[in-house]
């Protein structure tokens, strides 16, 4: 037994030995391969051209526009729109409101894609564009929906497309904690969904935009889709009327199935400190693929402007009237949203 | 008729300085400047005691003087160079209380004007775009500057409750910047390469000293109970100042900030406090409309132009707009000919 055991060690080494000897031929033909190439680049890099690296690292931004022009881009005219933009936001030449607004970066860099993701990814439908004031303040009321405000986007960007006018969205306090998304919606004129700023932007003659759900209607399941949720205290309506504004209701469709919501990791969540945690038939699975968001089409109705001007005095203060102007919106915009499916062949036709 | 004696406290640092020298110009006003230190800045005609308004003493020169208004300008806002926090603690709310105690017995004052900050705002994700002075903070200032300043508030209010035929007037100025402003806000944007707090961009809120000294005048001519907001009425946001200051950014995440804030104290660069921070990191600004419509004050200097008084005033930075500006005219020029070239190619071919 023991000398079987011996022998069969030996066999083992002396496999051993022959792999070492003879390296498989594809290995060692790919090995001289790379070292034929590092040997290339060694001898490409003294090749270089110095003085033209020396040139592009002194002016980098102008061997960029060159390597463009060369490329093909067509600078005749938007040259200067180009460097006159890049020459403000590089010298903090631009204005932000009290907000934090920017007018420039939302209209040169903001909009202009949005409107084409409305367009050609979302092929949003616009219905009853009449009813968006042109000018004077309103308060125009949405419902929430699509795991990511999306909709506030998209509706943003209708808003610009039909009257040129900046609707500005009231965002949650999560909104402006959560670095880079915080900033990015101040620069779009999003600001914090409280009465004091809802009345200042009232009382300058600004579109407001409001979604009364909130993370309850972002954050619902798939299953509960196009249902509204409960819309708070009425708060949005009591700023309203306080400042005498007409309310719009706006019923979206189709943001409901960018994100279908199967189910939720609240563990996940509460450790991340977000309201939810989603989970999609693509997220988290497919990871940043899984992000994008479905291609469902999309129908946006803004419905008959609510006076308010007519309530009488201290009507702000009476619970009962905020309460039934509140569901005299909630009850307008769910039922435009029954017809708005009935209207819509499919979810992504 | 009996000249007016006038006191201010304070009077060694720049804007006692400049507002005694201001008030001194005038024939009809006797004042008194009061500082531990003499005064660094010329202080006109106006008369220096050297006296510490935390001992008795005060209390006897504002009797001994027939002292009529009471400037209190002697807050510090950064730990002096000895003693630390606690010290500037004991000189802010010590000082303040013995101060106040020294004018609640006095017979002949019947006026005090005390400089409070926009700090007791806090700063926060809460926040309402404009501080009105009925806003009570959403995050109170827990250490620094900003609880000293709520703390000497609290007092204040407490004398006007007690001596009801006094007339307090507090002005809540923005933080000071102008030509050679040194403030712990102005250090920490003159360093050579900023810390900011990665994915934030704050609205920053500043007051002239010129815009300070006219505020303070006012009040000092009319009586005017109450509390104030002063400052510029625009906002620019950190990545503006920094790009008008060209200075580069360097992004921190906001967990390590206190870390870096906590170097950059001991090293003595910039006392970075946490109020501070979180004042860069979500910005604050107050809303003026109540002491315009008071007094009819409108600042000569926007945010803006305070800001580039001051960088006028510092050695440029490195990314300084002249500098910016010259590369991008270069790349453009390029660009253009390579244009111009390409299509007279073209026709040729």
Redesign the interface.
């Known amino acids: 037994m023991g000398d079987a055991d011996v022998i069969s060690l030996d066999d083992h080494r002396d496999d051993h030995d022959h792999d070492h000897d003879q390296v498989p031929p594809g290995f060692s033909g790919k090995l001289s391969d790379l070292i034929g190439a590092a040997q290339r680049f060694v001898t490409g890099l003294a090749e270089l051209p110095m003085e033209q690296l020396r040139t592009v690292a002194d002016d980098p931004l102008r061997e960029l526009l060159g390597l463009l022009t060369r490329a093909g881009v067509d600078w005749s005219g938007t040259t200067d729109d180009v460097a006159d933009y890049i020459r403000h936001r590089m010298s903090g030449d631009y204005a932000v409101d009290e907000f934090g607004f920017d007018p420039e970066f939302t209209t040169t860099i903001v909009l202009p894609a949005l409107r084409q993701v409305a367009r050609t990814w979302f092929r949003v439908e616009v219905q009853g564009a009449e009813n968006i004031p042109t000018d004077g303040a309103a308060l125009l009321v949405a419902n929430h929906a699509g795991t990511l405000p999306i909709d506030a986007l998209i509706l943003q960007s209708v808003i610009f497309e039909e009257v040129e006018r900046h609707a500005r969205n009231l965002g949650a306090d999560l909104v402006f904690e959560t670095p880079y998304v915080g900033d990015f919606a101040r620069k779009i004129g999003v600001t914090l969904a409280c009465q004091e700023d809802a009345e200042r932007l009232l009382g300058s003659g600004e579109l407001v935009t409001v979604f009364p759900e909130g993370f309850k209607g972002l954050g619902k399941l798939y299953s509960e889709r196009y249902k509204l949720q409960r819309f708070g205290r009425g708060g949005f309506v009591s700023a309203a009327v306080r400042a005498g504004v007409p309310i719009v209701p706006i019923s979206i469709v189709g943001s409901e199935e960018i994100y279908p919501q199967i189910g939720q990791l609240p563990t996940l969540a509460r450790i991340l400190g977000v309201p939810y945690f989603p989970v999609t038939p693509l997220f988290p699975l497919l990871g940043v693929i899984g992000m994008i968001p479905l291609p469902s089409k999309w129908i946006i109705r803004f419905g008959e402007q609510i006076a308010t001007d007519e309530l009488p005095q201290g009507a702000a203060e009476d619970p009962m009237v905020v309460f039934n102007v509140t569901d005299q919106v909630r009850d307008t915009i769910q039922h435009s949203l029954y017809e708005l499916l009935n209207q819509r062949r499919g979810i992504f036709s | 008729m009996r000249v007016r004696v006038i006191l201010i406290t304070g009077v060694a640092r720049p804007l006692g300085a400049r507002f005694a020298r201001s008030l001194a110009a005038d024939d009809e006003l006797e004042v008194i400047g009061v500082d531990v230190l003499p005064p660094k800045y010329d202080i006109g005609r106006a008369r220096y005691v050297r006296a510490d308004i935390r001992s008795a003493a005060i209390g006897r020169l504002i009797s001994g003087s027939d002292v009529e208004t009471v400037v209190h300008l002697g807050m510090i806002s950064s730990p002096p160079g000895a003693g630390g926090r606690s010290m500037m603690k004991e000189i802010n709310v010590i000082g303040t209380m013995q101060l106040l105690a020294a004018c609640q017995t006095s017979q002949s004052v019947r006026r005090l004007i005390a400089r409070s900050s926009a700090a007791v705002y806090g700063a926060s994700?809460?926040?309402?775009?404009?501080f009105?002075e009925d806003?009570a903070a959403r995050s109170e200032p827990r250490s620094g500057f900003g609880k000293d300043a709520r703390e000497m508030e609290s007092y204040v209010d407490g004398l006007a409750r007690r001596r009801p035929d006094l007339v307090v007037t507090v002005l809540r100025f923005a933080d000071l910047i102008g030509a050679h402003a040194d403030s712990a806000l102005a250090r920490y944007l003159s360093l050579p390469v900023v810390p900011t707090?990665?994915?934030?961009?704050a609205?920053l809120q500043f007051l002239h000293p010129v815009d300070a000294v006219t505020a303070l005048d006012l009040v000092t001519h009319t009586d005017l109970p109450g509390t104030f907001n002063v400052a510029a009425p625009?906002?620019?946001?950190l990545?503006?100042?920094?790009?008008?200051l060209g200075r580069a950014a360097v992004p921190v995440?906001?967990p390590m900030a206190p870390t870096v804030a906590f170097f950059g104290r001991q090293s003595g660069w910039a006392d970075m406090t946490g109020d501070r921070i979180d004042a860069v990191t979500?910005?604050r600004?107050m809303d003026i409309s109540r002491f315009a419509a008071a007094t009819g004050f409108r600042p000569a200097y926007s945010s803006r132009s305070a800001l580039e008084d001051f960088a006028a005033s510092l050695r440029p930075g490195r990314?300084r707009?002249p500098r910016?500006?010259e590369?991008?005219?270069?790349?453009?020029e390029?660009?253009?000919q390579?244009?111009a070239g390409?299509s007279s190619g073209g026709t040729d071919g």
């Open positions: 994700p809460r926040d309402p775009a404009r009105t806003m707090p990665m994915g934030y961009d609205r625009d906002v620019i946001t990545r503006q100042a920094l790009a008008v995440p906001t979500y910005g600004s990314l707009v910016v500006g590369l991008l005219q270069r790349a453009v390029t660009a253009r390579q244009q390409r």
